[in-house]
């Protein structure tokens, strides 16, 4: 990042190239719009290079590239007045020799994402940046601006409505 905030523009590519997918993820669990999610990791990398003046050396690339997807997600709610709870899921299939095991994880997959999304907005990010990222708790910390403890908490309790919400769900089946 240091390269691209002093000049070297092109280095923005090797960027985008190893951290595009797990933004388009970050963003795909929320928005649940391909094409959204894809637009709004364009415009992640957008900022990136509008404001690169701003990246200071030292800090975590991931922790400020995190923090622009944050807002450009807050952003995207606000603008097309939907609330992180309205959003509705998409259902995808997945590929399996058995087809009992296939309807079962299909099955599975339904109910998680049902769960995620009957979550707090809060929890639910915080289970994504943790769990599907695969952020380090010190950066989310860092994110949200609290201490590795607070985050380890707040993840844990997240983890306890998750469980919550997929037992009600699977128990209304």
Same mark, same amino acid.
């Given at each position: 990042?240091?390269?691209?905030?002093?000049?070297?523009?092109?280095?923005?590519?090797?960027?985008?190239?190893?951290?595009?997918?797990?933004?388009?993820?970050?963003?795909?669990?929320?928005?649940?719009?391909? !094409?959204?999610?894809?637009?709004? &990791?364009?415009?992640? /990398?957008?900022?990136? @290079? $509008?404001?690169?003046?701003? !990246?200071? *050396?030292?800090?975590?690339?991931?922790?400020?590239?995190?923090?622009?997807?944050?807002?450009?997600? &807050?952003?995207? !709610? $606000?603008?097309?007045? &939907?609330?992180? *709870?309205?959003?509705? =899921?998409? #259902?995808?299939?997945?590929?399996?020799?058995?087809?009992?095991?296939?309807?079962? =994880?299909?099955?599975?997959?339904?109910?998680?994402?049902?769960?995620?999304?009957?979550?707090?907005?809060?929890?639910?990010? @915080? @289970?994504?940046? =943790?769990?599907?990222?695969?952020?380090?708790? =010190?950066?989310?910390?860092?994110? /949200? *601006?609290?201490?590795?403890?607070? +985050?380890? &908490?707040? +993840?844990?309790?997240?983890?306890? *409505?998750? $469980?919550?919400?997929?037992?009600?769900?699977?128990?209304? #089946?």
């Amino acid at each position: 990042m240091l390269m691209v905030k002093d000049g070297d523009v092109h280095k923005l590519g090797l960027l985008f190239d190893r951290h595009a997918q797990g933004l388009f993820n970050y963003f795909q669990l929320q928005v649940r719009e391909r !094409f959204k999610s894809e637009d709004l &990791v364009q415009n992640v /990398f957008y900022k990136i @290079l $509008k404001y690169r003046h701003t !990246f200071k *050396e030292g800090a975590d690339f991931r922790v400020w590239m995190y923090a622009i997807a944050r807002n450009e997600k &807050v952003n995207f !709610f $606000k603008t097309n007045r &939907v609330s992180d *709870e309205e959003v509705d =899921s998409e #259902q995808t299939d997945e590929n399996s020799d058995n087809p009992e095991n296939a309807l079962a =994880s299909k099955a599975d997959k339904k109910h998680l994402t049902r769960a995620l999304e009957r979550m707090s907005p809060d929890n639910r990010e @915080l @289970l994504i940046l =943790s769990k599907y990222t695969g952020l380090p708790y =010190s950066q989310i910390a860092e994110m /949200f *601006e609290c201490t590795v403890g607070a +985050i380890k &908490v707040r +993840i844990f309790r997240a983890m306890q *409505e998750l $469980k919550a919400q997929f037992i009600n769900i699977a128990e209304e #089946q």
